[in-house]
Every structure is written in C-alpha cells, then in structure tokens.
C-alpha cells in the first residue's frame, strides 16, 4: 500500500467526477474535430443520407472522416493519459490516471481506452464498474490502471 493512499491524499475516483470529467473531454473532442466532418450534411432525411452513399467520393469521405475522429480520440485520450497521467476534464476534477504496476506505459493507456471507440463497448465497460468490487471499467483492469483523486 502506498504511504499516500495511507495518509488518504488519494482514493478511487468518484464516478460522478469520472462522468463529468468524461463529458469535457467529449466536449473538447467535438469541438476540435468538427471540421473534419466538414462532407456535405444538406440530406433532409435518412433515404437522402442513405442515397448519398451511392457516389464513391461521399462514401470515401465518410468513411475516412470517420476513421480520422476515431483515430485522433484514441490518441488524445491515450497520450494525454500517458504524458501527464490525465486529460483536461480529469484535470478540472484531480483525477490521475496510475498503474497498479511500477510506471505507466503507453500500451496501457491504449488498452484502456480502446472502448471509447464504440458506445456499446464504453456502456459494457462502465457496466462493468457497477458489478465488481473495484471502482475499475474492465478495461482499466486488463490494463492493470486506476483513476485516484488527488487532494
């Protein structure tokens, strides 16, 4: 145990810090990579957006905007998280990012936030928050991280 964690200068993270904390780093996120989603949006309705798919060129630049957010999300989460052990929202809110192992590495940092690349697996992975023991996402625990709250 560490002589921190003794003293209790730092603890689990709180969900709802690690929610809100979550919200501004999407907010960031949006607001950085809106104009990468710059195709045309002029469809009034899905069959219109549907039949759009039909030129290869809109299709393409879907396709490649799309993997471009997924991509730059990966990276500012897993290399803020490594560099400084924390994003900007968790920055607002005390929140670190640690390894249960001696230093934190980039792969583990990628592990952990490979979820956020789909809302099905972030939902199962914060599901599993509620379930277990620890105040971990499954990924956090094949990663082998924790998000404390520092004072």
């Keep these: 145990m560490d002589i921190k964690r003794l003293l209790h200068k730092e603890q689990p993270a709180p969900l709802w810090?690690?929610?809100?904390?979550?919200?501004?780093?999407?907010l960031v996120l949006a607001l950085v990579l809106s104009p990468l989603a710059?195709?045309?949006?002029?469809?009034?309705?899905f069959s219109d957006f549907f039949n759009s798919f039909k030129t290869t060129d809109y299709t393409f630049q879907f396709f490649f905007s799309l993997f471009l957010v997924l991509l730059l999300s990966l990276v500012y989460w897993s290399f803020l998280e490594y560099r400084f052990q924390q994003t900007l929202g968790k920055y607002f809110f005390h929140l670190q990012v640690v390894s249960e192992q001696k230093q934190l590495r980039f792969s583990q940092c990628?592990?952990?936030n490979i979820s956020k690349l789909s809302t099905i697996l972030l939902l199962a992975d914060v599901l599993y928050m509620f379930f277990s023991r620890s105040s971990q996402r499954y990924s956090e625990t094949l990663a082998h991280t924790e998000v404390i709250s520092y004072v």
């Design 17 to 26: 810090k690690r929610f809100i904390a979550y919200l501004i780093d999407a």
């Design 38 to 45: 710059s195709f045309d949006t002029s469809a009034t309705s």
């Design 110 to 112: 990628l592990v952990r």
